[in-house]
């Protein structure tokens, strides 16, 4: 898989660069924001209630546990990068935006 500006292989798996928006009416993915991967979240940013949101939804997109997703950089940003564990396909992130 050829790798692109917001996804990246690691020495854990995969690193995911995203911009988030908090607070939207749905949670989906909403193409790309510059160099990053637009994600809109239905969560508040309150109490870390949208990075929980963040991480369940990657995980549910990628079809993989909530455990091998992480936010690793940007907890109180918008810009976030994601570390994802383990053998899974980034780029199906895309297939609904």
């Known amino acids: ?30 193409g790309l924001h510059g160099d990053r991967l637009k994600i809109r979240i239905a969560a508040v940013a309150l ?23 992480s936010v690793v950089k940007g907890e109180r940003s918008r810009a976030k990068v994601l570390v994802v564990t383990g053998d899974c396909d980034p780029p199906r992130l895309l297939t609904d935006a």
Do not use: C, Y
Request: glycine share 10%.
């Open 1 to 30: 898989m050829a790798e692109r500006g917001w996804v990246r292989r690691s020495a854990e798996g995969w690193t995911i660069a995203v911009h988030v928006q908090p607070g939207a009416k749905r949670s989906e993915v909403a």
């Open 47 to 69: 109490d870390g209630r949208a990075n929980e949101a963040l991480v369940a939804f990657v995980a549910e997109k990628l079809g993989i546990a909530r455990r091998r997703v």
